[in-house]
């Protein structure tokens, strides 16, 4: 509706999309903070018999870190022992049997930047990945209560207040004296921050009009990705976790200008019942993009809507679940869809996680990461609306699929191309999500669309929710988390083939629709 009366894209829509890309920008700056925040610290065991007590309280130098007696005193084969003292203080060879090991009580690390060293979990690496999964918990418990706000206090509302308590409990996370604390820090900002990104996109969507939901997809994924490579260099330049915590949530306050820069969603005040409001905003929005609107058409577009979305969603609440018990190909796509999203969130922060695992620095994989964002991107804006949603999926999902299960077949899996490959994974994976996003909603009816494409997010966080585990898994041999990875979404394109393409079809407006779409030729 309101591409219609302002005409599509124009100077009011850049606007939006320029105040958008803040608040998108520190979602992807706060959104995987925990794999540097939290990421693992090269440590070994504090010899008491060499060395004083010096060396636990701050980063060691490189003698200090590889000692003359490290040979003799710490375990070749484990961090987390060393071998066991036979003759009291003394620091000699003949001092340590090297037959016999015992676990480290303290621990020496090489750096402090992270909250391994600040909170003391060496050979803890459960505690490690917990911040990652109890992170994406809190992004779990955050859909329904933010969905809650956006859809009674509206877009922008949501927008504000997600942001802005992203800002405030990052910025208490930075004070917290114990692992148990910062977990609970962890928990609350992304309860309330993790919905910044839904609500942008939904605000950008709804002013541009659902056919256009690629466009948005691409103005909000360029400042997500640009965010992810902030949060290398930030981390990178700040050297420790507090300071980049002490630099990184601040800006987020600038959000409170919102409710006098950003305008609200003209769809929600209609909704609402909010017409003089939305008639104003949409009156502003035509002088931005010169475009007349006859005011007796206004009106009467106003007066109809709400009526209309009262009957839709009271036949929605109706039948959701009677159709889903009658309507095979209801359970079909909605099985698959799951599968997918579970899949796909899951490679896709789980790679994330894996940055660390890669030869090289760490920051600058990481930012090679987000980079490969943005091809993907635009691969997708070029060819979704010409090669079709299943054939660009199941592209993307092999993508994943060969790049992933070939690394552990090279010879040397850290060598470039090896990197290269990990890459090529993480272009992938980005494909598949953003076509997600376009594909699951086209599958569903009209009437059910926004509750079912909410349904498949969530499931998708449930994927989010074990990725941060994956590391624990190379216990089990260093091929097992890229093979993982590169499984689940081989399985995924399979299953493209139980539903049909939506490009040039004509979206369901029923559950009936459903069934009488599944001609033999598509599946």
Known sequence: MEGDCVGGWGRWQARLAALLALPVLLTGLYGTNYVFLAADTPHR????????????????????????????????????????????????????????????EMFVYQHRSSIVAEFDLACEEWKRTLVGTVHNVGMLISLPIMGYVSDRYGRRTALVVSGVGAGVLGLCKSFVGSYVAYLLAELLETVLGASVYPAAFVLMIEWLGVEQRILASLLLGIPLSAG???LALLDYLTGYWRLWARLAYPPSFLLLLYPWLLPESVRWLVARGRLPEAVRVIKQAARCNRV?????????????????????????EESLFRAFIKYP???????????????????????????????????????????????????????????????????????????????????????????????????????????????????????????????????????????????????????????????????????????????????PDSFADLDSAQPTSVV
């Not at 953003?434 to 059910?448: D, G, M, Q, W």
């Open 228 to 230: 992810a490579a902030t």
């Open 329 to 507: 190909a209801l359970r079909r796509r909605l099985c698959v869809c799951f599968a997918w999203w579970a899949s796909a969130v899951f490679v896709f922060y789980g790679l994330a996680v894996r940055a660390h695992a890669l030869a090289g620095s760490a920051h600058a994989n990481y930012a090679l990461l987000a980079a490969a964002e943005l091809p993907a991107l635009l691969v997708n804006t070029l060819l979704l609306d010409r090669a079709g949603r299943r054939p660009l999926l199941t592209a993307a999902f092999l993508v994943t699929a060969v790049a992933l299960i070939a690394i552990p077949c090279l010879p040397d899996p850290d060598s470039a191309l090896g990197t290269a490959l990990f890459l090529a994974g993480k272009v992938g994976a980005t494909m598949a999500l953003n076509a997600l996003y376009v594909y699951t909603a086209e599958l569903f009816p009209t009437r059910a669309r926004q509750r079912l494409l909410a349904a498949c997010s969530t499931c998708g966080r449930l994927g989010a929710i074990l990725a941060p585990q994956t590391p624990l898994l190379a216990a089990y041999g260093k091929w097992v988390p890229a093979t993982l990875l590169g499984a689940l979404p081989l399985a995924s394109a399979a299953l493209t083939r139980l539903v049909p393409d939506t490009l040039g079809r004509r979206l």
């Open 292 to 316: 007349d609107i006859p005011e007796d058409t206004l009106d009467k577009m106003l007066a109809k809507e709400p009526v209309m979305d009262k009957v839709e969603t009271a036949v929605e």
């Open 45 to 104: 065991c504090h010899v008491p018999e060499c060395e004083d007590n010096s060396t636990l309280f701050s980063a060691v130098g490189d003698e200090a870190w590889s000692p003359e007696w490290s040979p003799w005193a710490l375990h070749p084969e484990s961090k987390c022992h060393r071998r066991a003292a036979t003759l009291g203080a003394a620091c000699e060879p003949a001092a340590f049997d090297n037959d016999t090991r015992m676990q480290c």
